[in-house]
């Protein structure tokens, strides 16, 4: 083989290596642009809130007598859980709606009289909302028929049914965090593509109107919330 021969094919082999470090170079640069394009993103929260009533209601009620013998405090009891039971029955509450919970007896020395008191702890259980609302309206009856509420006796109004709205929920958040990356991508000159990640916030069950109804009751109006984080792909 000659000399000439030889560089031609030298000059044609570095030809051919020029040109694949150059298509090469391109191919890599092309994809590292395509990969850097695949990572843009942006980070946005999105919120939902939906307005519910309670469907379960259950009231704590307690309540105590004293007196200097135990069999005279017991009958005492016994007539004002009897006037409690008349209580709800008058409202149209079912006997099974009341139930006890718990009794405590506690015995003590004043000026060496023996004192007893007894107290009962009974247990409202409803889904009746109305019907557990008219009730603690018209508590002060219970009063009058001599049964005295101690104090942290109160209704408390529960949503039950959490399950059966959480995904029209989620679906709500998602639609308004892809709102607020889409403004984000309009004032930035770029353009929302798909999901990269989500994450789903808490579920929370609050009062509709603030701390709690009338007086700093609970109310039976909640309000769920939802707050969910989601990275959208920037185009």
Same mark, same amino acid.
């Given at each position: 083989?000659?000399?000439?021969?030889?560089?031609?094919?030298?000059?044609?082999?570095?030809?051919?290596?020029?040109?694949?470090?150059?298509?090469?170079?391109?191919?890599?640069?092309?994809?590292?642009?395509?990969?850097?394009?695949?990572?843009?993103?942006?980070?946005?929260?999105?919120?939902?809130?939906?307005?519910?009533?309670?469907?379960?209601?259950?009231?704590?009620?307690?309540?105590?007598?004293?007196?200097?013998?135990?069999?005279?405090?017991?009958?005492?009891?016994?007539? &004002?859980?009897?006037?409690?039971?008349?209580?709800?029955?008058?409202?149209?509450?079912?006997?099974?709606?009341?139930?006890?919970?718990?009794?405590?007896? @506690?015995?003590?020395?004043?000026?060496?009289?023996?004192?007893?008191?007894?107290?009962?702890?009974?247990?409202?259980?409803? &889904?009746?909302?109305?019907?557990?609302?008219?009730?603690?309206?018209?508590?002060?009856?219970?009063?009058?028929?001599?049964?005295?509420?101690?104090?942290?006796?109160?209704?408390?109004?529960?949503?039950?049914?959490? @399950? &059966?709205?959480?995904?029209?929920?989620?679906?709500?958040?998602?639609?308004?965090?892809?709102?607020?990356?889409?403004?984000?991508?309009?004032?930035?000159?770029?353009?929302?593509?798909?999901?990269?990640?989500?994450?789903?916030?808490?579920?929370?069950?609050?009062?509709?109107?603030?701390?709690?109804?009338?007086?700093?009751?609970?109310?039976?109006?909640?309000?769920?919330?939802?707050?969910?984080?989601?990275?959208?792909?920037?185009?």
């Amino acid at each position: 083989m000659g000399w000439e021969t030889r560089d031609r094919i030298i000059l044609g082999g570095a030809a051919v290596l020029a040109f694949g470090m150059v298509a090469g170079g391109y191919l890599l640069g092309d994809g590292l642009t395509r990969a850097k394009a695949a990572d843009r993103s942006v980070t946005v929260r999105g919120l939902a809130e939906k307005d519910v009533t309670a469907d379960l209601a259950t009231w704590s009620i307690s309540y105590s007598a004293t007196g200097f013998d135990l069999p005279t405090v017991r009958g005492q009891i016994d007539a &004002n859980t009897r006037e409690l039971r008349a209580y709800f029955e008058g409202l149209g509450f079912r006997p099974e709606a009341l139930t006890p919970v718990g009794a405590g007896v @506690n015995q003590w020395l004043n000026n060496g009289v023996n004192t007893i008191t007894i107290t009962q702890r009974m247990l409202l259980r409803t &889904n009746d909302i109305a019907r557990a609302q008219r009730a603690v309206a018209q508590q002060f009856d219970l009063v009058r028929r001599g049964v005295t509420l101690q104090e942290g006796s109160g209704m408390r109004y529960s949503f039950t049914k959490l @399950n &059966n709205i959480k995904p029209q929920m989620v679906a709500a958040a998602t639609r308004d965090a892809r709102a607020a990356a889409e403004q984000f991508a309009k004032d930035s000159g770029a353009g929302v593509s798909g999901i990269k990640s989500a994450t789903q916030g808490y579920f929370s069950i609050e009062p509709r109107d603030g701390e709690g109804g009338e007086g700093g009751s609970d109310t039976p109006f909640k309000k769920v919330r939802v707050v969910t984080t989601v990275d959208f792909y920037l185009r």
